[in-house]
């Protein structure tokens, strides 16, 4: 399977990304598709056995909107350029139709304010010039109909191929408003000078308007939701200086090859992964690990992209370029997140499906309801014309979305590398987490404290030929002579063993050494905790989430770094094949259980839990196992996940409840159920308003993930 990244242009509502996701989930040889509408971008999986990318665009553009595939970070900087320029856009139309809807409701509204005396010229008068002051309102709305025409393009094609969108409503709303007024213009002309009372040229204007700036302040507004995104983007050199024939060019990184011999100065950032050929300096990777120390850099060293050399000037081999850098690796892993769906959007889908065609149903019923109740058309219109602009879905498909934007983003700012909606969601469910002793609660460089017997020599000779910590360890601290090994072989999980003098020689966990199988003494290894360790074990059960520890090493070590870190429940000689065992023990016992780890075989334990967080520092398998990666391999970034993840759920609640609740409020309001009891109408031009209110109320509220800090 092969997956894509598309820019979609066109999207007006949640119906449009639910048209498009069932579209793409519907075509021969896509397994999976997840349409986001606050980024404007789909995320597909293919088989490209069945499927081409092409393929997939034209099935989005046969729908009636524009998409691209993305490409790197030059695509997403041309994806910027192209959001900055439709918010433009926007706002110079926005201003085109405020600037004539001022006079426009002036001229419509002015005869009937009778408290004060306005100023009003008289060759507009609509007793004594009833055409002309039909003709010229019709002279102010055309202009602004004409600066929303894509509400009436996008709007109607949808409403052709059946599938009502946002567009659809204000385009059906606004072309009855302005065709009755249009019918009553003619009357006029005809001589029927009473028709002057039923022009409803400023409900079309108005709502275009107010469609208008609510679109631009949209538009501004999720701009903002992906500024994390914009600042690691920007984080990214744009030119590398190779050394080619002795001598150094400055050329485009999109140039730059694997093999390259690039220099570097001071104070410039490093434009691609690599290592060091010649040259020191120290590097500030604060971007990548979030420690704030600077990190020397000598012959042999690996250097990642986008972190930032201080004083020293070295050059390096390029290693990694493009796509396959760790920087260009987590702007994708953010970027999917971003376009990721929580589960907890799936409640907002079904109801957009559905939703824009039964609007339209209530808006007929509506209008033909109180024709037939009072025979008075323009009260049926009034009716009419308010459910539809008022019933737009937009809050409701940015509910999600803007929240999961907001929250990945902010995670990502403080090292937290959420990798989808999902596990953004399912980690304010843990209760308990359980943690890997080795390179995750401790420092991951064991040190020999003491040894039992006369076996160290033993020991050294059989462990050099293994490369577990422990083993480094031993080796790194006897300084004598080796002896000499036959027949060794390593056990995984128990120890290793071989044949010394003669004598077969075994060394099992918890470092005992045997000779034939008689016990001969041990040697006592312990690695020190992580500073950080004690703090995060404080806080998670602050919260009151269970921590547990499990380890393969001894029941005494692991018990003495439990006691260290305040853990009080171990699982100690654990075999690695067992580990993914005792997290689903845990979750039959029904618990939600978030592991935390880092080597290899983490890794079966991270994919079983309720959610995986791999330490930055491990191993790519443990990254690409958990749904959580902590960049900076601090342990006091757990509930700092926990705490983002209920901050965005809680969030993503709100935006839910007061999308459903204006929906449901306002739907029988604007359909006349309060005028029954003698109650108001809700004006078309006010429905507008409150439309656009309610999506900016959302993406505002989201905004506010933007304050989150990791420490309480």
Known sequence: MEKLALSIQGMSCAACAARVERALQKTDGVESASVNLASEKAFVTYDPKKLSAPAIQAAVEKLGYKASADAESSAADADKARKEKEIQNLRVKFIIAAALCVPLFYLSMAPMVTVVALPFPQALDMMRHPLAYALVQLALTVPIVAAGHTFYTVGFRALWRRS???????ALGTTAAMGYSVYNTVLILRGHHHAADMLYYETAGVIVTLILLGKTLEAVTKGKTSEALKKLLGLAPKTAIVVQDGEEREIPIDEVNVGDIIAVKPGAKIPVDGTVTEGHSAVDESMLTGESMPVDKTEGSTVCAATLNT?????????????????????????AAQGSKAPIAAIGD????????????????????????????EFALTAFVAVLVIAC?????????TAVMVGTGKG???GILIKSGEALEIAHKV????LDKTGTVTEGKPEVVSVEGDVLQLAASLERYSEHPIAKAICGHYKGGLLEVKDFRAIVGQGVEGVIGGKKVEIKRGVRVYADGVYIGRVEVSDRPKPSSGAAVARLKEMGVEVIMMTGDSLQTANDIARQVGIDRVLAEVLPQDKAG?????????????MVGDGINDAPALTQADIGIAVGSGTDVAIESAGIVLMRSDLTDVPAAIRLSKKTMTNIKQNLFWAFLYNATLIPVAAGVLHIFGGPLLNPMLAA????????????????????KPSP
């Open 311 to 335: 004083t020293g000037a070295f050059r390096f081999r390029a290693d990694k370029v493009g796509s396959g850098t760790a920087f260009a690796q987590i702007i994708k892993l953010v970027e």
């Open 689 to 708: 308003a409150a439309m656009g209110l309610s999506s900016i109320s959302v993406l505002t509220n989201a905004l506010r993930l933007k304050r989150f």
């Open 393 to 401: 879905p937009c809050a409701l498909g940015l509910a999600t979305p």
């Open 412 to 414: 990502a700012e403080n």
């Open 582 to 594: 005792e997290v689903r023990k845990l979750q039959r016992g029904g618990r939600k259980v978030a």
């Open 431 to 434: 209760d308990t987490v359980v």
């Open 164 to 170: 009502p969108n946002m567009d659809s409503l204000i």
């Open 350 to 377: 079904k109801v957009s499906a559905y939703f824009v065609p039964i609007v339209c149903l209530i808006a007929v019923a509506a209008g033909a309801a109180w024709f037939a109740a009072a025979g008075d058309i």
